[in-house]
């Protein structure tokens, strides 16, 4: 379901511990990281989505709502990284929602029935902001931005996301 535009709807979640350190997820068979996303299919809600693909990409969705993003942020995707021939694909519009996780580690299963993912970690909540593909950094940085004061998460030490002297080293664990 793509847009009038040639945007896909799309929900993005940015899971944290109670450390507010956030899941990021590497993709199966690349050498990339991000936060799970994914499509809103016909007459989904949002929320719906995010609820559903919890449960596809992580195996689990034992998490609270803390909140959401305003309105769609949007990101367009080089043509070379396009899926499949479509000619009014742009990219992508997200809501995205930020949510804290409610069970045991052990139940954050990437063997799901068609794994996006095959590793995962804990890291510092601006961390992915320097790490993920260039063409989403700017919605990463919107996202976490918007949601960060309610999880009461202190701004990060720069102001563009896309000029490299504004990155701070990368923290993370798991």
Avoid at 11 to 29: D, H, P, S, T, Y
Avoid at 137 to 153: D, F, G, S
Wanted: some cysteine; overall charge positive.
């Amino acid at each position: 379901m793509i847009d009038a535009d040639g945007y896909r709807p799309n929900v993005g979640m940015i899971i944290c511990n109670e450390q507010n350190q956030v899941l990021w997820a590497k993709r199966r068979g690349e050498n990339a990281w991000q936060f799970p996303q994914g499509g809103i299919d016909y007459a989904e809600t949002p929320e719906q989505a995010m609820f559903r693909e919890l449960e596809e990409e992580v195996g689990t969705a034992k998490v609270c709502i803390i909140g959401r993003t305003r309105g769609w942020l949007r990101y367009e995707v080089p043509c070379a990284r396009h899926r499949v021939s479509r000619r009014r694909y742009r990219g992508q519009k997200q809501i995205w929602f930020l949510l804290r996780f409610e069970g045991e580690e052990a139940e954050i299963n990437l063997r799901t029935r068609q794994p996006e993912f095959e590793d995962w970690r804990w890291v510092d909540y601006w961390m992915p902001v320097n790490e993920i593909i260039s063409f989403k950094r700017r919605v990463y940085w919107q996202a976490l931005q918007e949601l960060a004061p309610l999880i009461n998460m202190n701004p990060p030490p720069m102001t563009d996301p896309c000029r490299s002297e504004n990155r701070h080293p990368v923290v993370g664990n798991r």
